[in-house]
T-cell receptor, first 112, second 114 residues
């Protein structure tokens, strides 16, 4: 299956700074989702953006979607040490909505 | 209750052992999933159950055997595993497979095969 790609693979910032991570995908999608995973734990759904939406906000999270470039970005503002985790994007492809296609993930470290 | 509960949290087994992983949800979700995840990698889909019927098997070796006894429970039976099967096994659920708009994950079972 085709996987999305995320960049950067790893990101290290100071508390209070903003963190931006990007996700690219290969096919037309119905929606794109972002998940967070703390080390050795399950994934937590953060936000979903549909193919006809361009931007969405949830608390300190801002997600954008550019379907012409097949890419999305996740911005975490005013980061906290508790935001340290891996972040994965996942797409539901148009024409095959039975499963998620996962990106490779970005590992974010927020230093106190 | 918005939780997916997985047991055990950790499991060590030999290559000749038989063990089972268990997953439970009480959100009324009709789609349940097993994923395998290696360190620093994305989760890999193994199986999907939709309305208690197996709807997706991602060509998983037969030493992994899923079971969905009812709409709240999902098991993964393990037999004659290999060391390379050591991984974090994640269970997830969603209201239904057709929407795939939000998966709820359990905390996983960290499996070590010796």
């Amino acid at each position: 299956s085709q996987q999305g790609e995320e960049d950067p693979q790893a990101l290290s910032i100071q508390e209070g700074e903003n963190a931006t991570m990007n996700c690219s995908y290969k096919t037309s999608i119905n929606n794109l989702q972002w998940y967070r995973q703390n080390s050795g734990r399950g994934l937590v759904h953060l936000i979903l953006i549909r193919s006809n939406e361009r931007e969405k906000h949830s608390g300190r999270l801002r997600v954008t979607l550019d379907t012409s470039k097949k890419s999305s970005s996740l911005l975490i503002t005013a980061s906290r040490a508790a935001d340290t985790a891996s972040y994965f994007c996942a797409t539901v492809n148009a024409g095959n909505n039975r499963k998620l296609i996962w990106g490779l993930g970005t590992s974010l470290a927020v230093n106190p | 209750d918005t939780e997916v509960t997985q047991t055990p949290k950790h499991l060590v087994m030999g290559m000749t052992n038989k063990k089972s992983l268990k997953c439970e949800q009480h959100m009324g979700h009709r789609a349940m999933y097993w994923y395998k995840q290696k360190a620093k990698k994305p989760p890999e889909l193994m199986f999907v159950y939709s309305y208690e019927k197996l709807s997706i098997n991602e060509s998983v070796p037969s030493r992994f055997s899923p079971e969905c006894p009812n709409s709240s429970l999902l098991n993964l039976h393990l037999h004659a595993l290999q060391p390379e099967d050591s991984a974090l096994y994640l269970c997830a659920s969603s209201p239904r497979t057709e929407s795939n708009e939000k998966l709820f994950f359990g905390s996983g079972t960290q499996l070590s095969v010796l």
